[in-house]
């Protein structure tokens, strides 16, 4: 019974112990949280010295880039004149002034009464175009003589309208390669857009 | 203006990299905007600006090189140019893009093009930390500042001023900038920041006024987010100097969501704890306490939730606190052991990689359940996101990744190539062209006999039934005309077309390049995704140690709890028996 009674009066002690040195130190540790290093200082001092050796890749791979942009200038000098030989070759690109009257939406193509390419704009490319850049919309080949491409736009015109036009133009595919350009260019005057074929 | 103007007072010092995120951020804003509405007369320069308004750098350095291969760009070959340098610098080739201005500082190239090099020569070095030479580059522009770079030029020459703690210097610059400008609230917040750093409290302080000012005018998310920072910045500086009724004042105004919202509900609750408002803490704790286990606010504010109801006397639900905030580190440290599984997968770096832009963007990722295993990921890699290090190895990893698929495209062309060439180098002989028009004319012949039959006996049938047969015999006149208009073209052929040998040569030349580059690409993406597995695990073995660290936390509350319960317990039995304590 006695050795009960003292096993239950340090048990008391212990915990009335506990209890103090508990309660002095959860708010400190809670409150400083932020200056304990929680990292194993090896592991970190590893992922480091990882991160460095990243620095000593960086030159590789900048020239490993540099390459395969060359590469893929090579490829595609090489494909064209495998495919599409200068003297069969025929580009259409597409081109947008201000685009101020007209969102385009999308464009579809016919050569020689065939329907040969349509693309449909995200917004990237519609301010793509609308900042000065120019798509190559198709490449094919052609017989020399005359031929006839027809473009079929859609998209919102003044207002917020559905607005779908069509142009068309004859040309005399030459010796050389043919570039065409499909323009759409805003009309001030008239406050309205207007599209244009042209050869160059 | 002019440059003088704004870089006289730079004394070209070394600087620290504060604030470097914020100015990479800037960094690639600005650069995705130096060509304004060009003037396009090349159609190949027109087709490299349609890629590269669409950040695609790499079509667009290739259009370049293709254009300049070909002679392509004859009027706009200067803009084209310093766009290359443009493009390679954001495309990660900072040493190619050095050559390619220092080209275009010779003195046969128009001036403002050389002032353009200039500037964006100074960029560079900025962009790699050699804040000096940016300083020297920008004081080298001649005559006045080219109008298309002249805002980033008063934005780059204020980032420079800033690092070098020309404080009023910058100051006169910002005036520059216009008032519209997105640079704007980034200038002032790193303004305000290094004057923090050099002591000038009081004019960090106005300028982080300054920031939340733009975030009501212009109450665009990102300038909601820096609005959101300097409030907390104003906040750590008000409790810095014990004013705890302000530094609450400005947090009660941090948003409730975002990424930065975390550290202001933590920062208010402790706030509130200072000012004894335990009831105005408690709000601001549960909150917390609904979010991602993975965040180390989350993580604190169990802890305290559980140590706050103490206090207030609230055992039940002060135990109940810390047997959920237990069950939620197990639940915590379990998923960072399913993080390690994930990052150890095969595809995951190029998945986490590739989809990392649209993962980060969720704003209230961590209010929402993870369902792919890469976004199980992301949670735990937001502060390593923010390291300069790490990110340059994860926009390393992507251009790589790209880079490979790039290489396996031209692979499958490959294949393509040589069908092609093979089938080439098989195909028709002279004989066989001869062979093939003598059959062809046989026919022809002989289908005009059998036609010239029919056209006879529909004479013979009655007028109406003649006018049936009219426009069926008219097509097939035509189909003639168009036989005899292609066998023309046959007949003018003396020889068949031969791919030539040096064209075969050449694409198996290109052809080996392609597998020689995929081998090294291979190489190099295993090099950067070891690289990027270590500093993920050490990433996670930091989350682990915390959670573990916050799990002991409140199991000692837990404990301490039950003591004092079973203290209380025996007490009252002593009371009763009345036996001494």
Partial sequence: MALSQDKKLLWTYLSVFTLIILSLTVEQALAAN??????????????????????????????????????NKDLRLMEEELLFPTSTQATVFVSLDIGQFFT???????????????????????QALARGGIQRLHMTNLNQGKHTMSAFFTGLGPNGRPYKRASEISFTKGKGSQYIELSVVDDLDKQEPTFVIKQW | ????????????????????????????????????????????????????????????????????????LEHNAEEARL???????????????????????????????????????????????????????????????????????????????????????????????????????????????????????????????KVIEFGKQRPEEEFLVLADR?????????????????AWGFLQNVRTTGLYSNRALLSYGWTAIKLKQFNQAIPALKALNKRSISIPEVQEAKVLLGHLYEQKGATRTALKQ??????????????????????????????????????MDETDWYGSEPSIDYTKLTPFLVELMSSNPFHSVIKELRDLYAIRNNLKYWSRQ???HQLIIKHRQQGLTSKIIQGFIAKTERKQEMFENEISDL?????????????????????????????????????????????????????????????????????????????????????????????????????????RLYDRTLNNIENEQMKKTGARP
């Fill in chain 1, 34 to 71: 932020n200056s304990i290093n929680f990292a194993q200082d090896a592991k970190q001092k590893g992922a480091q010295a990882a991160l460095q050796t990243v620095k000593k890749l960086s030159k590789e791979i900048q020239q490993l880039k540099s390459e395969v942009v060359d590469l």
């Fill in chain 2, 83 to 209: 766009l290359q340098g443009g493009m390679t610098l954001s495309y990660g080739l900072p040493d190619e893009a050095q050559r390619i201005f220092k080209e275009l500082l010779d003195e046969k190239v128009p001036q403002e093009s050389r002032n353009k090099a200039w500037f964006y020569l100074a960029k560079l070095y900025y962009q790699k930390g050699e804040v000096f030479n940016a300083a020297k580059n920008l004081s080298r522009i001649q005559g006045s500042v080219p109008k298309d770079v002249a805002e980033e030029f008063n934005y780059l020459a204020t980032l420079i001023n800033i690092k070098n703690q020309h404080f009023d210097a910058a100051v006169s610059a910002l005036k520059f900038v216009g008032k519209n400008s997105v640079y704007e609230p980034y200038l002032v917040f790193n303004l305000a920041i290094s004057q923090l750093n050099s002591g000038q409290e009081e004019a960090c302080r106005e300028n982080l006024l």
């Fill in chain 2, 322 to 359: 810390y047997l959920l905030a237990e069950k939620s580190f197990k639940e915590g440290v379990d998923s960072i052991s399913h993080a390690r599984k994930v990052i150890a997968g095969q595809r995951i770096p190029e998945e986490f990689v590739v989809n990392l832009e649209a993962m």
């Fill in chain 2, 1 to 72: 203006m002019t440059p003088s103007n704004l870089m006289n007072n730079m004394a070209f010092k070394h600087m620290q990299t504060a604030c470097a995120y914020c100015v990479v951020v800037c960094a690639l804003l600005f650069s995705a905007s130096h060509v304004n509405a060009a003037k396009v007369k090349d159609l190949k320069y027109g087709g490299i600006l349609f890629d590269y308004y669409q950040q695609d750098y790499f079509q667009a350095l290739v259009g370049y090189e293709y254009a300049k291969a070909t002679n392509e």
């Fill in chain 1, 104 to 126: 385009l939406e999308s464009i579809k193509l016919k050569l020689d009464d065939k329907q040969v390419a349509s693309h449909l704009y995200s917004e990237k490319q519609r």
């Fill in chain 2, 414 to 416: 490959a294949l393509e």
């Fill in chain 2, 230 to 246: 300097a409030k907390q910045a104003l906040a750590h500086l008000s409790v810095q100097n014990n004013n705890l009724i302000e």
């Fill in chain 2, 455 to 559: 056209r006879l006996h529909t004479m013979t049938l009655e007028v109406e039934e003649q006018d049936r047969f009219a426009s069926i015999i008219e097509s097939t006149d035509k189909s003639f005309e168009f036989l005899d208009d292609k066998l023309t073209k046959v007949k003018a052929i003396k020889e068949p077309f031969r791919q030539s040998e040096k064209n075969v040569r050449w694409a198996k030349k290109l052809h080996n390049r392609i597998r020689k580059k995929l081998v090294n690409t291979n190489k190099l993406i295993k090099k950067l995704e070891h690289v990027m597995r270590i500093v993920v695990n050490a990433e996670l073995d930091n989350h682990e140690e915390r959670m573990r660290y916050y799990w002991a936390q409140a199991r000692l509350g837990k404990a």
